[in-house]
């Protein structure tokens, strides 16, 4: 059975910085791709990013690129979120996210089969 969990999130003021961690267990972590979604209070969930199962290749949503950067270490079965630049907009719950097959990549979240419990983040004016 996947697990993830994810830590990080927390309160910060606008142009702020924070970096969430998501741990992985239950599997070859270094097989399969991961993900970032996130949903705010009314709004659907959301792509944020997604990473290759390497680390070699990764996709951004156009509303965080160039100030959000995800990343991995498989090594330690890792998956990491640095968000720089923060805006109230990315006030919302942050899920790390696996797909069930490996060596898949989407940036969809219905390709996605395994969900943390998410992190709140809220950023301030």
């Known amino acids: 059975q996947v697990q993830l969990v994810e830590s990080g999130g927390g309160l910060v003021q606008a142009g702020g910085s924070l970096r969430l961690s998501c741990a992985a267990s239950?599997?070859?972590?270094?097989?399969?791709?991961m993900g970032w979604f996130r949903q705010a209070p009314g709004k659907e969930r959301e792509f944020v990013a997604a990473?290759?199962?390497?680390?070699?290749?990764?996709r951004y949503a156009d509303s965080v690129k160039g100030r959000f950067t995800i990343s991995r270490d498989n090594a330690k079965n890792m998956v990491y979120l640095q968000m720089n630049s923060l805006k109230p907009e990315d006030t919302a719950v942050y899920y790390c996210?696996?797909?069930?097959?490996?060596?898949?990549?989407?940036?969809?979240?219905?390709?996605?089969?395994?969900w943390g419990q998410g992190t709140q983040v809220t950023v301030s004016t």
């Open positions: 996210a696996a797909p069930r097959r490996a060596y898949y990549y989407s940036v969809s979240s219905a390709e996605y089969d395994y």
């Open positions: 990473i290759t199962w390497g680390g070699g290749t990764t």
């Open positions: 239950g599997r070859t972590f270094s097989t399969y791709a």
